[in-house]
């Protein structure tokens, strides 16, 4: 097991690592479940006033496996200690109230588990702006979308608290044990972009429920701007993870009018013919 390599003696050190016992583990120790025994330890050493009885789990990559392969990390984990009957995936740019994981723990216990949850996620610069209201997807085009997005809170009226949906953003999500152990892990062939909304529809697809829970709230540091090259990168993820849902996913005749979508953008030929073949799969 490894240490962080942090100085004690830091004035500022409490500002990143509260009072809470931790460990840091590497990929393979991660994977094979940790060290029980010193976790034991150290719930046995948690501080009086502390409101949690864990330790906080640090498990280091050597390299970018993007967002399904460090989350798929962590997944294995828990699978390895077989202790937990959900997992929750929540971006590390985001930040949440005291409410947001209880009322998302509280829609689970109330609806099952044959379902995946996820909640209402604003705008962390302008906090009554609405991101993320549930997710669309339009099939015959393969093309998604946010419900609200843009709106204010104070302009959405008569919204359920409950309501399926097409795809939840794995921003934040709860994915009961029972659908991992059914459906498996997230695609990895996506490094970036479309692997929730892959899951999600296996999810839809296997008989199981997407429902967003509209008292779930959080809220997402989305970059109200970045630079021309970053956007550039970033359109080009976007069309390749978009295209391999295509191929992976649609049937036949849904993948020609997509296909036809995606290539009445000239911007999306041109990432196309750069895009090596053999790496579509």
């Known amino acids: 097991m490894l240490d962080i390599c942090v100085d004690p003696k830091n004035p500022l050190r409490n500002l990143s690592f509260p009072p809470i016992p931790y460990v840091c ?76 994981i209880s009322n998302l723990v509280s829609a689970k216990l109330k609806l099952g588990e044959k379902a995946i949850y996820g909640g209402r996620i604003f705008y962390y610069s302008d906090p009554e702006k609405i991101w993320y209201d549930g997710g669309k997807l339009k099939e015959w085009k393969c093309r998604t979308g946010h419900f609200n997005i843009g709106k204010y809170k104070h302009e959405i009226k008569d919204i359920p608290e409950t309501k399926e949906v097409d795809y939840i953003t794995f921003c934040c999500v709860l994915i009961p044990k029972i659908i991992i152990e059914n459906i498996g892990l997230i695609d990895e062939s996506y490094f970036m972009f479309f692997e929730d909304v892959d899951y999600s529809y296996i999810v839809r697809k296997s008989g199981y429920k997407l429902y967003h829970i509209s008292n779930v709230n959080l809220w997402h540091k989305v970059s109200a701007s970045v630079g ?54």
């Open 25 to 100: 583990y590497t990929k393979e120790e991660a994977e094979k479940g940790g060290n029980k025994d010193l976790e034991q330890k150290l719930m046995n050493n948690i501080p009086q006033g502390i409101t949690t009885k864990y330790p906080i789990i640090f498990i280091e990559n050597t390299k970018n496996l993007g967002f399904a392969g460090g989350n798929n990390i962590g997944i294995r984990y828990a699978l390895a200690k077989n202790d937990f009957d959900s997992i929750i995936l929540l971006n590390n740019d985001t930040v949440i109230n005291r409410n947001t």
């Open 228 to 281: 021309e090259e970053l956007h550039k990168y970033l359109n080009y993820l976007g069309t390749i993870s978009r295209v391999k849902f295509i191929i992976k996913r649609l049937p036949p005749l849904k993948k020609i009018t997509s296909f036809i979508s995606v290539l009445s953008s000239k911007k999306n030929i041109m990432i196309l013919l750069k895009y090596p073949l053999k790496r579509w799969n």
